[in-house]
């Protein structure tokens, strides 16, 4: 057997973590056609199919479950490799708003680390208005973050974040009582939306739980005392949305956008591979 392209494994790797050509395809700079290409000459290489498609995701075959493995170990030797003679830590200090991060974080660390082991990742997590501050201020070399209100295409969109109104499976109204919130306080633009929906819907609601971070505010509804607004892939297990159920108002998307000034190879690339693992995390 020919030996294999580096190029082709890497990208099937990125695919399978990522479930998604085009994910891939932006991680790596190059196009979807590109990238399936590469794959369907590794498969015909080794004469296995790596990977199911559908027309909305693509997930690993059996025999691409076992190549995935052998397939991370033969990539990451390469770039050590690569980098043995000019091993120079860099250092990107990053801030993403509490409101859209969640349990994904460590496979999103995991995806950045594996593509550049030297990266030297400072992650700031606060809200958007801090985080942007932040950023505006020179502190951060990058952020993510729910588009603020007085800003207009200046960042990268990397999608539309929808919210749902998440609850306990078994939790249930009670008669005559107001609805029990659990927001992330009167600055979060999320509480606002949802306020406001309440409102002019005419439904009572009350604030019984504050906390910082999607985690925090889901764990107070996985716990059964109050209702979330949350992103729907930020829900915690044990939770569902209620939204249809109770007849609450639709509450309206944003925009998740990604400012950054950095202009370098490496930098770019660091900031392709988190932008696409978060794009991947919202479409499966």
């Given at each position: 057997m020919k030996a294999?392209?580096?190029?082709?494994?890497?990208?099937?790797?990125?695919?399978a973590d990522l479930q998604s050509f085009t994910r891939a395809a932006e991680a790596l700079d190059s196009t979807q056609s590109a990238i399936s290409l590469k794959l369907r000459r590794l498969e015909t290489q080794l004469g296995r199919r790596l990977l199911e498609r559908t027309p909305r995701q693509v997930r690993l075959s059996a025999e691409g479950a076992v190549f995935l493995v052998s397939a991370r170990d033969l990539v990451g030797a390469h770039d050590r490799a690569v980098a043995s003679f000019s091993i120079e830590?860099?250092?990107?200090?990053?801030?993403?708003?509490?409101?859209?991060?969640g349990s994904e974080l460590p496979s999103l660390l995991r995806h950045m680390?594996?593509?550049?082991?030297?990266?030297?990742i400072e992650?700031?997590?606060?809200?958007?208005?801090e985080v942007m501050q932040a950023y505006d201020e020179g502190r951060l070399d990058a952020a993510l973050v729910l588009q603020p209100e007085d800003r207009h295409r200046q960042g990268e969109k990397l999608?539309?974040?929808s919210f749902a109104w998440i609850a306990a499976a078994d939790w249930e109204p009670r008669a005559g009582q107001p609805l029990p919130l659990s927001t992330q306080g009167e600055t979060c633009s999320i509480r606002a939306n949802a306020v406001r929906a309440l409102d002019q819907a005419?439904?009572?609601w009350t604030e019984v739980f504050i906390g910082k971070g999607a985690a925090v505010v889901g764990a107070a509804a996985a716990a059964g005392i109050a209702i979330a607004v949350l992103a729907r892939r930020s829900a915690p297990a044990g939770t569902v949305d209620i939204g249809n159920t109770l007849a609450l108002p639709t509450l309206p998307t944003q925009e998740v956008v990604l400012y950054s000034a950095l202009n370098d190879r490496r930098s770019r690339h660091?900031?392709?591979?988190?932008?696409?693992a978060f794009k991947g995390l919202v479409e499966v």
């Open positions: 294999l392209d580096l190029d082709a494994v890497k990208a099937f790797v990125l695919t830590q860099r250092r990107m200090v990053i801030g993403i708003s509490h409101q859209i991060v680390n594996e593509q550049d082991p030297h990266l030297l992650l700031r997590v606060a809200g958007s208005r999608f539309n974040e005419g439904i009572a660091a900031l392709r591979i988190l932008g696409a």
